[in-house]
């Protein structure tokens, strides 16, 4: 934990990656300011509470201004692709919208990276916080694979579709199964949450909805589960098993 403005900034200077900032509604100056700047710029999620909420802390002199240290490392996502390319891959990657549950968090995690997934890309907010519960839970796999976090994921879908990336929204109502899907190409799947699912304006850009097909009448899958199945069929094709 990083505690007070000039700490906090300093830890922004000096390259430090924070996970979150809780800053007072009253705070003002330049060092603040900055700040606040500094969190858009680097997608920090900054949160502007009472100070009853920091006083929660148990912490002395904060200020008004604390921050909590990443427990992941972030990665830029432009930075990700093109390490990706040049290193003469296809680009898979998997975009978490709304998914707030840690323990779905970290299982997706660990079933992404042994689907050779290269990145999770997650918004800097209403995503479930990637603590040491969720790292455990991903069994380490939170540590060894790129996570991006953007504050925009419809400029996101943008930013991949100008990098000739396809983005795949998993809806249980679309037409075509992932089966019918050519996940061999460059391409993004974006898993929403189980109860609101994908963002509607999220979902109409994306360049197609896929479903994976089911025996039963049941409504849905887990989507920990539904991740799991969606990320085996592309890496089956890519491996032609």
């Not at 240290?69 to 990706?84: E, F, G, R, T």
């Amino acid at each position: 934990m990083v505690i007070g403005k000039q700490a906090v900034l300093d830890a922004f200077q000096a390259g430090t990656q924070l996970d979150r900032i809780y800053i007072t509604k009253d705070v003002r100056g330049m060092v603040a300011e900055e700040i606040l700047s500094l969190a858009l710029q680097h997608n920090v999620p900054v949160n502007k509470v009472p100070v009853e909420k920091l006083n929660g802390f148990n912490v002395t002199d904060h200020e008004g201004c604390l921050a909590i240290i990443a427990k992941v490392q972030y990665h830029d996502l432009q930075d990700v692709i093109s390490h990706v390319v040049e290193n003469g891959k296809v680009p898979l990657l998997l975009i978490l919208d709304g998914i707030t549950d840690i323990r779905n968090i970290g299982g997706i995690a660990r079933t992404a990276y042994c689907c050779g997934v290269d990145a999770i890309i997650i918004p800097d907010k209403g995503v479930g916080a990637l603590n040491e519960d969720a790292i455990s839970t991903s069994a380490g796999a939170l540590e060894k694979m790129a996570i991006c976090r953007v504050n925009s994921l419809m400029k996101t879908v943008d930013d991949l579709h100008m990098n000739g990336i396809k983005v795949y929204a998993s809806e249980m109502t679309a037409s075509k199964t992932i089966a019918e899907t050519d996940l061999k190409e460059p391409c993004a799947i974006i898993m929403g949450s189980e109860d609101k699912g994908i963002y509607p304006a999220l979902m109409k850009i994306c360049d197609e909805s896929i479903k994976i097909p089911m025996a039963g009448d049941f409504e849905s899958l887990n989507v920990s589960v539904a991740t799991g199945i969606i990320l085996y069929e592309a890496m089956k094709q890519r491996m032609k098993l």
